[in-house]
């Protein structure tokens, strides 16, 4: 494992969970594997679950539709809108779980991301915000375990993509 700071911090009390995340890769690459759907499937599953992005439209008001998808073929989709986007800096949207016909399943959750650059090293700071506090304790541990996998996938996707 490398020493680039990997911070997750759960703050029940006001529903938020807070990731800092550092990569070994430059701010453009970095910002890409967020918000390109070619490259967003391929490390935000946690394995064996593989992404698939129906649609995406990055731009505010502009939405992004996905499943993960199970090796057995289960769906479990997904819908965000974006609501800010300041290019290579911060973007912010809203998550819902939704069923395969694009309606959310609410209360969602609210994602403010934000992107810096220092000597080539890159971080992440994710600030999510739940909507409900039931919902928070319904998925913490699936997404904490999940999302850590899925860090580590975009780590070895960097690593890979910088080589080339």
């Given amino acids: 494992m490398s020493d680039l700071l990997f911070d997750f911090t759960v703050d ?15 701010l453009s690459l970095v910002w890409d594997a967020f918000t390109k759907a070619e490259l967003i499937d391929q490390w935000i599953a946690p394995k064996p679950m593989v992404a698939k992005t129906k649609y995406q439209d990055f731009k505010v008001g502009g939405k992004r539709f996905y499943a993960m998808i199970s090796p057995e073929g289960a769906e479990r989709w997904a819908i965000q809108e974006y609501t800010s986007i ?61 999302m850590k996998m899925s860090l580590v ?12």
């Fill in 12 to 26: 029940k009390p006001t529903k938020m969970v807070f990731i800092t995340r550092e990569f070994d890769a430059e």
């Fill in 153 to 164: 996938n975009l780590e070895n996707l960097l690593a890979n993509l910088s080589k080339k």
């Fill in 86 to 146: 300041t290019p290579k800096n911060n973007f912010k949207m809203h998550n819902a779980f939704a069923d395969a016909a694009e309606n959310p399943e609410l209360p969602g959750s609210e994602w403010d991301h934000t992107f810096s650059e220092d000597g080539g090293i890159t971080t992440v700071n994710i600030a999510i915000y739940n909507e409900s506090l039931e919902r928070l304790e319904r998925v913490l541990d699936g997404f904490t375990i999940g």
